[in-house]
């Protein structure tokens, strides 16, 4: 995984290009109207229901467009919230808080939807040892924020991107000429490249099972698109060899079952690429 210094860079670098984007050379809106010179505040609102989140985030883009604004924190991340609710003031120049406005509610209303699902997930999995997984289906661009959301509602993160794990996925395999050249040439491409990096391998039958097992140094082996029969004998078959993932379709009506078959980690790309926004304003007071 990336390290805390690797994924603030990632949220530093989508502020400074979402203000680029949506400010240009100005707001004129709020240029051409209010003094620069003019205070006020705003509430965030909420007009839904669900588990907040992105208030960390919201604070960063505040400071980076006015390190003056003040920002009063009602609700934290993670923090269920009503229709009603209010979930922080901001408060100073009147034409920062609009120059950030946008950016504030695009993210948070995207980053809550995520975590008011993760939290659905991590809900039906309580009392297992499963834990659920976001993975790389996200939106180009603003990764950082969804999985930052992932965690927020209660759910753990995948690996980031590409160069940060490996992960042997079917065509992979297929290119490589099957999983034990697959897997023989990643150890030796790692130690020729003197990287230290975890290899995960994805099963898509028994037999593949079986030979991910036979080759050593795998870290997780993901049991992919199988039923909850053959994923409790793949479970029995790993053992306590490496790690278990279980992938494919998974949603909230099959997420227990699997969970209950006595896997390590679901993995959904539904966290992040099926979601509805969470309704929210922010309001002059």
């Not at 509602?153 to 697959?182: P, Q, S």
């Not at 028994?206 to 997780?220: A, H, P, S, T």
């Not at 279980?246 to 690429?273: F, P």
Request: glycine fraction near 8%.
């Amino acid at each position: 995984m990336i390290s805390e210094a690797q994924f603030q860079k990632e949220i530093d670098y989508i502020i400074s290009n979402a203000i680029r984007e949506d400010v240009g050379d100005g707001d004129h809106s709020s240029l051409a109207c209010i003094p620069a010179g003019a205070k006020g505040k705003a509430k965030l609102l909420v007009k839904d229901q669900g588990i907040i989140a992105g208030v960390g985030f919201a604070k960063q883009v505040f400071g980076y467009i006015d390190k003056d604004l003040k920002v009063e924190v009602l609700k934290e991340d993670g923090s269920k919230v009503c229709y009603g609710d209010i979930v922080f003031y901001v408060e100073g120049s009147s034409q920062s808080i609009l120059k950030a406005e946008r950016l504030v509610l695009n993210a948070m209303q995207r980053m809550s939807a995520i975590a008011t699902k993760t939290k659905v997930f991590a809900d039906l999995l309580e009392g297992t040892k499963t834990k659920i997984l976001d993975t790389r289906k996200t939106t180009p661009g603003i990764r950082a924020l969804e999985k930052w959301a992932v965690k927020i509602g209660g759910g753990e993160n995948h690996r980031f991107a590409l160069y940060d794990m490996i992960m042997l996925k079917d065509n992979h395999i297929d290119f490589a000429g099957g999983i034990t050249k697959a897997i023989t040439k990643t150890k030796q491409y790692l130690k020729d490249n003197d990287k230290d990096l975890k290899i995960i391998v994805e099963a898509r039958n028994l037999e593949e099972i079986k030979e991910i097992i036979d080759n050593e140094g795998v870290y997780r082996i993901l049991i992919d698109n199988f039923n909850f029969e053959d994923t409790k004998k793949a479970v029995e078959l790993i053992g306590d060899k490496c790690q278990t993932e279980s992938s494919g379709g998974i949603n909230e009506k099959t997420a227990r079952g699997y969970a209950e078959c006595g896997v390590d980690y679901i993995s959904s790309g539904a966290l992040t690429h099926s979601v509805y926004n969470m309704d929210l304003s922010l309001k002059a007071v």
